[in-house]
């Protein structure tokens, strides 16, 4: 049985339980839906979902929906399976007419699930340099992983990871801009960061920024995988956050819990320790 089966099968087991608890995306905003016992929905406002996919760390991904019903994902999940879950209640529960992807990086947490992406025709857009990088260097850096999955049932998972990349390619240093109705969607490269590629993005209207893996939760620590790292740009890169985007007013992580600007002065402040530890 392929993937794309397993995924047909789990929806239709899955969205009727959803419909059954009563969904209704007119109401209260902050759901909490949990799709598998890996993956979860959280309503942060009004059309604004946080995916998180423990896979085995909790990685963010972002669904947003435009006043005029289009929707937006923001980095994947990462496997294809997860995606397609997903994907098959966006479609079930708030009945896009279109939906469009972005990837913010070569990581399998930004595009894991890009195959399932293009398999059901949503279009995914991803910088040059994430496709070069996903050429030359995406096994070396996923196979450095794998000491932190010694034990784990993932392992194997992550040994023979294939990663696809996106099918709209826009020069890294022009960025993106799409609109959907009154909603401008601004895809930014910083500079380099967490990985040479990282880009975030603006959902101008409603002052929402992804910043990815650039950006670290409030609980964070330490920097994290530093593997792909540019440790003495990514501090700049989070200035040129900062000044580009004062009237942010929620901000997404890689992993951990959304906050405000905040984010960005803490990411800031964690330079001074650049030990690594996942995630």
């Known amino acids: 049985m392929n993937r794309t089966s397993i995924v047909s099968i789990l929806s239709l087991i899955l969205f009727p339980l959803v419909f059954l608890f009563g969904f209704d995306k007119s109401a209260n905003p902050n759901i909490r839906l949990q799709l598998s016992d890996e993956l979860i929905i959280h309503g942060l406002s009004d059309g604004v979902f946080l995916v998180t996919h ?25 496997t294809p399976e997860a995606t397609g879950l997903i994907i098959g209640w966006v479609k079930e529960c708030l009945g896009p007419e279109n939906i469009v992807a972005i990837v913010t990086g070569f990581h399998i947490d930004n595009l894991g699930g890009v195959s399932y992406l293009i398999e059901n025709g949503i279009p995914v857009h991803g910088s040059d340099l ?14 450095a992983m794998l000491p932190w999955l010694k034990g784990s049932p993932l392992y194997d998972y992550y040994s023979n990871l294939i990663l696809l990349p996106p099918n709209h390619v826009f020069p890294l240093q022009d960025g993106l801009l799409l609109k959907s109705g ?35 939760s409030a609980d964070s620590t330490k920097l994290g995988n530093t593997f792909d790292a540019d440790i003495d740009n990514w ?5 040129a956050l900062i000044q580009r985007y ?7 992580p890689g992993h951990g819990k959304q906050g405000d600007r905040s984010l960005l002065f803490h990411t800031r402040s964690l330079f001074h320790d650049d030990s690594g530890s996942l995630p």
């Not at 910083?190 to 990815?212: C, E, I, Q, R």
Request: overall charge negative.
């Open 54 to 78: 423990s896979f085995p760390w909790p990685c963010n991904s972002l669904v947003v929906q435009s006043e005029n019903g289009d929707i937006y994902m923001v980095d994947t999940p990462c």
């Open 235 to 239: 501090p700049n890169a989070i200035d």
């Open 246 to 252: 004062p009237e942010a007013t929620l901000v997404i």
């Open 182 to 216: 009154e909603e401008t969607i601004e895809v930014w490269y910083p500079g380099a960061s967490h990985s040479p590629d990282n880009t975030t993005v603006y959902f101008h209207s409603k002052k929402l920024l992804f910043g990815g893996c650039a950006v670290k």
């Open 130 to 143: 994430t496709v070069e990088l996903l050429k030359t260097d995406a096994k070396r850096s996923h196979d």
